[in-house]
């Protein structure tokens, strides 16, 4: 079974850029894509971005794309979320997760992370 423990959150100015992790335990990590959601406060959890297994492949949301750009690192079982340009709408709890399906839905993901804070003042 894959851990995922996700880190780099924190606050920062609209405009501003931050970059988070997602380090996985399990071998079995470089078999799945993997994928970022977000959840503000009083709202359901939201698809952010997705990549493929080996890196080739990404999907990002509407809202942020353009200026997220997902990738791994095979090596380190690492997944990466650089965020630019933030807006203080993208203020939520970032959580990785990985892929069981094919829909960019909560449901085709599985092995959630703790989450990280991110918040973006104006």
């Known amino acids: 079974q894959v851990q995922l423990v996700e880190s780099g959150g924190g606050l920062v100015q609209a405009g501003g850029s931050l970059r988070l992790s997602c380090a996985a335990s399990?071998?079995?990590?470089?078999?799945?894509?993997v994928g970022w959601f977000r959840q503000a406060p009083g709202l359901e959890r939201q698809f952010v971005a997705r990549?493929?297994?080996?890196?080739?492949?990404?999907l990002y949301a509407d809202s942020v794309k353009g200026r997220f750009v997902i990738s791994r690192n095979t090596n380190k079982n690492t997944v990466y979320l650089q965020m630019n340009s933030l807006k203080p709408e993208d203020t939520a709890v970032y959580y990785c997760?990985?892929?069981?399906?094919?829909?960019?839905?909560?449901?085709?993901?599985?092995?959630w992370g703790q989450g990280t804070q991110v918040t973006v003042s104006s």
């Open positions: 997760a990985v892929a069981v399906g094919s829909r960019p839905s909560e449901a085709d993901f599985d092995s």
């Open positions: 399990g071998r079995t990590f470089s078999s799945y894509d």
């Open positions: 990549i493929s297994r080996r890196g080739w492949s990404t």
